[in-house]
Protein backbone atom coordinates (compact mmCIF):
# COMPACT_ATOMS: atom_id res chain seq x y z
CA UNK A 1 0.00 0.00 0.00
CA UNK A 2 1.78 3.61 -0.93
CA UNK A 3 2.62 5.28 1.90
CA UNK A 4 0.31 8.02 1.00
CA UNK A 5 -3.05 5.68 1.56
CA UNK A 6 -2.07 4.70 5.01
CA UNK A 7 -1.52 8.05 6.36
CA UNK A 8 -4.70 9.22 4.85
CA UNK A 9 -6.45 5.98 6.99
CA UNK A 10 -4.58 7.65 9.82
CA UNK A 11 -5.35 10.82 9.28
CA UNK A 12 -8.91 9.55 9.08
CA UNK A 13 -9.03 8.05 12.42
CA UNK A 14 -7.06 10.73 13.92
CA UNK A 15 -9.65 13.49 12.81
CA UNK A 16 -12.20 10.85 14.66
CA UNK A 17 -10.15 11.33 18.25
CA UNK A 18 -9.22 7.88 18.02
CA UNK A 19 -5.63 7.95 16.61
CA UNK A 20 -2.79 10.12 17.63
CA UNK A 21 0.09 10.67 15.08
CA UNK A 22 2.91 11.16 18.01
CA UNK A 23 6.12 12.66 16.26
CA UNK A 24 9.23 9.92 17.13
CA UNK A 25 12.36 10.94 15.00
CA UNK A 26 15.57 9.15 15.55
CA UNK A 27 18.27 9.32 18.34
CA UNK A 28 21.44 11.45 16.78
CA UNK A 29 24.16 9.67 15.20
CA UNK A 30 27.74 10.45 13.44
CA UNK A 31 29.74 8.15 10.79
CA UNK A 32 31.34 7.15 14.02
CA UNK A 33 28.08 5.97 15.96
CA UNK A 34 24.73 5.13 15.60
CA UNK A 35 22.91 4.81 18.37
CA UNK A 36 19.77 3.74 16.64
CA UNK A 37 21.22 0.10 15.63
CA UNK A 38 21.88 -0.83 19.82
CA UNK A 39 18.32 -0.26 20.58
CA UNK A 40 15.32 -2.79 20.92
CA UNK A 41 12.53 -1.56 18.65
CA UNK A 42 14.28 1.77 18.39
CA UNK A 43 13.45 2.75 21.81
CA UNK A 44 10.24 0.65 22.13
CA UNK A 45 10.09 1.24 26.13
CA UNK A 46 10.38 4.93 25.90
CA UNK A 47 7.79 4.98 23.41
CA UNK A 48 5.66 3.13 26.04
CA UNK A 49 5.84 5.08 28.86
CA UNK A 50 6.16 8.11 26.97
CA UNK A 51 2.38 6.77 26.28
CA UNK A 52 1.58 6.67 30.06
CA UNK A 53 2.45 9.92 30.64
CA UNK A 54 0.29 11.23 28.19
CA UNK A 55 -2.73 9.31 28.30
CA UNK A 56 -5.43 11.52 29.67
CA UNK A 57 -8.00 8.30 30.05
CA UNK A 58 -8.17 6.06 33.18
CA UNK A 59 -7.50 2.94 31.69
CA UNK A 60 -4.55 2.43 29.22
CA UNK A 61 -3.14 -0.85 27.50
CA UNK A 62 0.09 -1.75 25.32
CA UNK A 63 -1.37 -3.61 22.69
CA UNK A 64 -0.60 -4.66 18.78
CA UNK A 65 -2.41 -4.12 16.25
CA UNK A 66 -2.99 -7.65 15.75
CA UNK A 67 -4.22 -8.57 19.86
CA UNK A 68 -7.22 -7.87 21.25
CA UNK A 69 -8.52 -8.02 24.50
CA UNK A 70 -11.91 -8.78 24.95
CA UNK A 71 -14.80 -9.85 27.87
CA UNK A 72 -16.24 -13.33 27.33
CA UNK A 73 -19.41 -12.98 30.25
CA UNK A 74 -22.01 -12.07 28.30
CA UNK A 75 -23.59 -9.83 30.80
CA UNK A 76 -20.28 -7.57 29.97
CA UNK A 77 -21.15 -4.84 27.11
CA UNK A 78 -17.99 -3.67 26.78
CA UNK A 79 -14.38 -3.78 27.96
CA UNK A 80 -14.41 -0.74 30.02
CA UNK A 81 -17.72 -2.00 31.92
CA UNK A 82 -15.87 -5.19 32.60
CA UNK A 83 -13.06 -3.20 33.71
CA UNK A 84 -14.67 -0.98 35.83
CA UNK A 85 -16.57 -3.95 37.71
CA UNK A 86 -13.56 -5.61 38.11
CA UNK A 87 -12.64 -2.71 40.44
CA UNK A 88 -15.65 -2.81 42.15
CA UNK A 89 -14.08 -5.99 43.64
CA UNK A 90 -10.44 -4.88 43.49
CA UNK A 91 -10.19 -1.47 44.95
CA UNK A 92 -6.06 -1.49 45.26
CA UNK A 93 -6.00 -2.94 41.31
CA UNK A 94 -3.10 -0.92 39.33
CA UNK A 95 -2.82 -3.42 36.52
CA UNK A 96 -5.26 -6.42 34.91
CA UNK A 97 -3.50 -8.76 33.29
CA UNK A 98 -4.83 -11.51 30.68
CA UNK A 99 -3.43 -14.68 29.09
CA UNK A 100 -2.87 -15.23 25.91
CA UNK A 101 -4.93 -17.52 22.91
CA UNK A 102 -4.21 -17.71 19.10
CA UNK A 103 -6.78 -16.56 16.95
CA UNK A 104 -7.06 -17.53 13.54
CA UNK A 105 -8.89 -16.69 10.53
CA UNK A 106 -8.72 -19.90 7.86
CA UNK A 107 -10.49 -17.55 5.23
CA UNK A 108 -7.63 -14.68 5.82
CA UNK A 109 -6.90 -13.44 2.08
CA UNK A 110 -3.84 -15.45 0.47
CA UNK A 111 -3.62 -12.79 -2.10
CA UNK A 112 -4.14 -9.10 -2.77
CA UNK A 113 -6.21 -10.24 -5.23
CA UNK A 114 -8.87 -12.07 -3.24
CA UNK A 115 -8.39 -9.34 -0.31
CA UNK A 116 -9.53 -6.63 -3.13
CA UNK A 117 -12.65 -9.19 -4.02
CA UNK A 118 -13.75 -10.67 -0.23
CA UNK A 119 -13.20 -7.48 1.44
CA UNK A 120 -13.47 -8.09 5.50
CA UNK A 121 -15.82 -11.59 4.92
CA UNK A 122 -12.94 -13.24 6.61
CA UNK A 123 -13.78 -12.03 9.97
CA UNK A 124 -16.84 -14.00 10.02
CA UNK A 125 -15.17 -17.38 10.85
CA UNK A 126 -12.37 -17.55 13.53
CA UNK A 127 -10.77 -20.70 15.23
CA UNK A 128 -9.03 -20.38 18.46
CA UNK A 129 -5.62 -21.94 19.92
CA UNK A 130 -5.46 -21.82 23.67
CA UNK A 131 -1.23 -21.76 23.42
CA UNK A 132 0.35 -20.19 25.95
CA UNK A 133 2.13 -17.10 25.14
CA UNK A 134 3.25 -13.69 26.38
CA UNK A 135 0.37 -11.71 28.68
CA UNK A 136 -0.76 -8.25 28.21
CA UNK A 137 -1.55 -6.20 30.90
CA UNK A 138 -4.44 -3.33 31.03
CA UNK A 139 -3.04 -0.18 33.66
CA UNK A 140 -4.96 1.94 35.47
CA UNK A 141 -2.91 5.46 34.11
CA UNK A 142 -2.58 7.18 37.92
CA UNK A 143 -1.68 4.10 39.76
CA UNK A 144 1.17 3.03 37.46
CA UNK A 145 4.72 4.04 37.26
CA UNK A 146 6.97 1.74 34.67
CA UNK A 147 5.42 0.07 31.85
CA UNK A 148 7.00 -3.15 29.78
CA UNK A 149 5.75 -4.92 26.55
CA UNK A 150 3.90 -7.47 28.93
CA UNK A 151 3.76 -6.56 32.09
CA UNK A 152 3.65 -3.91 34.47
CA UNK A 153 7.55 -2.94 36.43
CA UNK A 154 6.03 -0.96 38.51
CA UNK A 155 2.85 0.47 40.35
CA UNK A 156 2.65 3.66 42.46
CA UNK A 157 2.61 2.63 46.42
CA UNK A 158 0.12 0.35 47.87
CA UNK A 159 -1.07 -1.05 43.89
CA UNK A 160 -0.71 -3.93 42.19
CA UNK A 161 -1.61 -6.23 39.27
CA UNK A 162 -4.67 -8.47 39.52
CA UNK A 163 -4.86 -11.24 36.98
CA UNK A 164 -8.02 -11.79 35.12
CA UNK A 165 -9.58 -15.46 34.97
CA UNK A 166 -9.64 -16.76 31.46
CA UNK A 167 -12.53 -17.47 31.32
CA UNK A 168 -13.87 -13.87 31.67
CA UNK A 169 -11.68 -12.13 29.70
CA UNK A 170 -8.44 -12.91 27.22
CA UNK A 171 -5.81 -11.51 24.79
CA UNK A 172 -6.32 -12.68 21.70
CA UNK A 173 -3.54 -12.49 19.52
CA UNK A 174 -3.84 -12.99 15.28
CA UNK A 175 -0.30 -13.19 13.72
CA UNK A 176 -0.66 -13.69 9.78
CA UNK A 177 2.06 -16.08 9.47
CA UNK A 178 0.56 -18.57 11.82
CA UNK A 179 -3.27 -18.24 10.47
CA UNK A 180 -2.60 -20.92 7.90
CA UNK A 181 -1.48 -23.50 10.56
CA UNK A 182 -3.71 -25.97 11.43
CA UNK A 183 -3.48 -27.21 15.14
CA UNK A 184 -5.53 -29.93 16.60
CA UNK A 185 -6.35 -27.85 19.77
CA UNK A 186 -8.24 -25.36 17.42
CA UNK A 187 -11.98 -24.96 18.03
CA UNK A 188 -14.35 -22.83 16.04
CA UNK A 189 -15.48 -19.11 17.81
CA UNK A 190 -18.63 -17.22 17.57
CA UNK A 191 -16.51 -14.51 19.62
CA UNK A 192 -17.46 -12.25 16.62
CA UNK A 193 -20.65 -13.21 15.79
CA UNK A 194 -22.74 -10.65 17.02
CA UNK A 195 -20.01 -8.00 16.60
CA UNK A 196 -18.76 -8.39 13.08
CA UNK A 197 -21.25 -6.70 11.04
CA UNK A 198 -20.30 -3.17 13.18
CA UNK A 199 -17.13 -4.31 12.51
CA UNK A 200 -17.08 -4.44 9.25
CA UNK A 201 -19.39 -2.08 8.63
CA UNK A 202 -16.84 0.45 10.09
CA UNK A 203 -14.42 -0.08 8.84
CA UNK A 204 -15.95 0.21 5.31
CA UNK A 205 -17.40 3.57 5.90
CA UNK A 206 -13.92 4.86 6.91
CA UNK A 207 -11.88 2.81 3.98
CA UNK A 208 -14.41 4.58 1.44
CA UNK A 209 -14.10 7.93 2.66
CA UNK A 210 -10.71 7.67 2.51
CA UNK A 211 -11.00 6.22 -1.32
CA UNK A 212 -12.99 8.90 -2.73
CA UNK A 213 -10.19 11.65 -1.96
CA UNK A 214 -7.39 9.61 -3.70
CA UNK A 215 -6.87 9.60 -7.23
CA UNK A 216 -6.51 5.95 -7.93
CA UNK A 217 -8.13 4.47 -5.35
CA UNK A 218 -7.19 2.52 -2.29
CA UNK A 219 -6.15 -1.54 -3.13
CA UNK A 220 -4.64 -3.91 -0.46
CA UNK A 221 -0.95 -4.94 -0.59
CA UNK A 222 0.28 -7.90 0.95
CA UNK A 223 3.88 -8.01 -0.81
CA UNK A 224 5.45 -6.06 1.52
CA UNK A 225 4.61 -7.88 4.67
CA UNK A 226 5.53 -10.86 3.18
CA UNK A 227 9.10 -8.79 2.94
CA UNK A 228 9.03 -7.37 6.23
CA UNK A 229 8.26 -10.55 7.59
CA UNK A 230 11.63 -12.37 5.96
CA UNK A 231 13.64 -9.77 6.44
CA UNK A 232 12.83 -9.66 10.35
CA UNK A 233 13.61 -13.67 10.71
CA UNK A 234 17.66 -12.06 11.52
CA UNK A 235 16.99 -9.32 13.91
CA UNK A 236 18.91 -11.20 16.40
CA UNK A 237 21.85 -10.55 14.36
CA UNK A 238 21.55 -6.70 14.09
CA UNK A 239 20.02 -6.17 17.27
CA UNK A 240 17.64 -4.11 16.37
CA UNK A 241 13.71 -5.60 15.42
CA UNK A 242 12.74 -2.78 12.83
CA UNK A 243 12.81 -2.74 9.00
CA UNK A 244 14.53 0.38 8.79
CA UNK A 245 17.65 -1.05 10.21
CA UNK A 246 17.46 -4.22 9.33
CA UNK A 247 15.86 -4.44 5.65
CA UNK A 248 15.25 -0.62 4.54
CA UNK A 249 17.06 -1.65 1.70
CA UNK A 250 14.87 -3.74 0.02
CA UNK A 251 11.92 -2.05 1.54
CA UNK A 252 12.96 1.27 0.17
CA UNK A 253 12.14 -0.44 -3.48
CA UNK A 254 9.19 -2.13 -2.86
CA UNK A 255 6.87 0.56 -1.38
CA UNK A 256 7.30 4.22 -0.88
CA UNK A 257 8.02 5.36 3.04
CA UNK A 258 7.52 7.94 5.52
CA UNK A 259 11.23 8.09 6.95
CA UNK A 260 12.22 9.50 10.06
CA UNK A 261 14.17 12.79 10.10
CA UNK A 262 13.21 13.44 6.59
CA UNK A 263 9.68 13.49 7.72
CA UNK A 264 7.73 14.08 11.48
CA UNK A 265 7.03 10.36 11.69
CA UNK A 266 8.88 6.78 12.45
CA UNK A 267 7.24 3.63 12.02
CA UNK A 268 8.43 2.04 15.40
Not at 22 to 49: Q, V
Not at 131 to 144: C, H, V
Not at 188 to 205: A, P, Q, V, Y
Request: net charge neutral.
Amino acid sequence: MEIIRVESILKEYESKGIVTIIEWPLLPNSTDENPNESIYRFGHLLAINDCRHRIKHRFGVVVDVDELILPLKPQQSSLVEYLKTKMKFHPLAGSFTFKHSRLRFPEWPKSTKEWNENGLKWIENATIEEKEGPTKSIFISDRTDLISTHKIRKHFGIFSVVEIPPEEAKLFHFRRNWTYKESDADYESEIFKDMKNNISDSINFTLLKVERNLQNGLKINNSVGDLVSSCLKKWHEFGCKTPFTTCFEKLSKADEWIISNSSPYTVL
